[in-house]
């Protein structure tokens, strides 16, 4: 609602240099409504009113300050929002916390590495990264923390869990663009905590991925890797290592390819052993592996056993929308449950979103919880503990220029019976059709 002076019936409200769908109520009075997106979190915004006849005017300009609205969870989930922009974050079953890479827009504690516990969302120790920390990885036993730092076109060790700085991993340039390389994904192998593998690619390139897979141990690259786009014209955006340190599993998320490759792994580096074309189908969708069932899920729905190559089917994501979203979730092969997050179609445009619980052997729903006044987009998801979620959300800006630049915008935790047995809360969301 607007108040006024001299309003006519063909005035109208402007939000933020945009016109509003305008009511004329009197001459003292506009209604107008704000679309959910712009209120969805802390900001402000500039408004005014404009009567075009007999000659445009525009009244002052008022600063108006949008405050935060608490996130909240249905089904009696227990649900709380950490003020902190993060990159990634990875969970740490022997100190019990989430930790966290914190981009330098964070302010004064950006460019850090940061342990938070999920149990009451305190922050603890933290330290500097270096500039732009970004994808973060464990080792299997908890004893480093490997971080890609985009700024410095490296990997930086921690060890655990004080996150003393340890060893750092420069990833090389481009030999033929000239551009450093920056770690597109970081994973820890199993058994052996001073090897990983990193996905190199170099930032706002499309696609992204140049400088294919390597194997590191320590700061040392194995000298035979995986070749990038411009070799193999198979951009490589994700990939999760096997049950031992003999195979990785890569999916190629960046073009209509959609392969699945099964990567080998000896003293020598790694090489494409086999590839299963077009398994897959979303992009931007994420590769999870799951020791308890030895099969890959992907955010795109697809599940796969990496040993044949065979799709053995797809959850029935009936009321998360697929298209031109993002997608994330997670599995738990020990609970028999994968998590996803997403939009149904009612929820797209506003700052709300569905956790879907699906039988993991059936790929069938479970039930489902609404999360309302979520700050950001989605765009990771991970277990912690015995009974808990937690997702981080950035914000997409888009430059005059055309680019895309994705900052940090909070993490959410969540905990509750929804998590462990969400069959018994309540009745089941029925799908929204499209």
């Known amino acids: 609602m607007a108040n006024g002076a001299n309003f006519q019936s063909d005035s109208y409200v402007v939000w933020n240099s945009e016109p509003l769908a305008t009511t004329y109520v009197s001459s003292t009075e506009l209604q107008a409504q704000v679309p959910a997106v712009d209120l969805a979190k802390p900001d402000t915004a500039e408004v005014s009113v ?49 930790y966290i890479s914190v981009p330098s827009s964070n302010g004064a504690n950006g460019n850090a590495v940061t342990a938070l516990n999920p149990v009451n969302g305190q922050l603890g120790i933290s330290r500097d990264a270096g500039s732009e920390p970004d994808m973060i990885a464990l080792a299997k036993d908890s004893s480093y923390l490997y971080v890609g730092i985009d700024g410095s076109g490296s990997v930086q060790r921690f060890t655990m869990p004080n996150l003393g ?74 990939i999760q290592w096997g049950s031992d340190a003999t195979h990785i599993y890569a999916e190629n998320d960046e073009s209509s390819g959609f392969n699945l490759d099964v990567l080998a792994v000896s003293a020598s580096g790694v090489q494409i052993a086999e590839t299963y074309p077009g398994l897959f189908s979303v992009f931007g ?51 028999g449950i994968a ?16 956790i879907e619980a699906f039988d993991l052997a059936r790929f069938t729903p479970i039930n489902s919880i609404a999360i309302s006044n ?61």
């Open 285 to 335: 969708a994420k590769l999870h592996y799951d020791a308890a069932t030895g099969y890959l899920y992907s955010d795109g729905g697809q599940v796969v056993d990496p040993s044949t190559g065979a799709l053995l089917g797809s959850f029935a994501l009936s009321s998360i929308m697929l298209s031109n979203d993002v997608i994330v979730m997670v599995p738990d092969g020990n609970l």
């Open 50 to 98: 404009v009567t075009p006849a007999p000659g445009t005017e525009e009244s002052g300009v008022i600063v108006f300050t949008i405050q935060p609205t608490p996130p909240a969870a249905s089904g009696g989930t227990n649900l709380s929002a950490v003020d902190i922009q993060a990159n990634d974050m990875v969970w740490d079953p022997n100190s019990q916390q989430i």
């Open 374 to 434: 979520v700050a950001g987009t989605p765009v990771k998801l991970i277990r912690w503990g015995s009974n808990g979620l937690a997702f981080l959300t950035k914000d997409i800006i888009n430059t005059p220029g055309g680019n895309i630049f994705i900052e940090g915008s909070g993490v959410y935790l969540i905990s509750g019976a929804f998590v462990t047995n969400p069959a018994m809360q309540g009745r089941r969301t029925a799908p929204a059709t499209q």
């Open 165 to 238: 700085t340890d060893v750092n991993v420069p990833l090389g340039t481009d030999p033929i663009l000239g551009k450093p390389y920056y770690a597109m994904d970081v994973e820890t192998a199993p058994g052996s905590p001073h090897t990983i593998a990193v996905v190199r690619g170099i930032l706002n390139d499309s696609p992204a991925e140049e400088g294919g897979v390597v194997i590191y141990d320590d700061a040392t690259p194995r000298p035979t890797f995986v070749p990038g786009f411009a070799q193999s014209g198979n951009p490589i955006g994700s």
């Open 339 to 354: 998590y996803f997050l997403g939009q149904t179609p009612a929820q797209k445009d506003t700052p709300d979103y569905t």
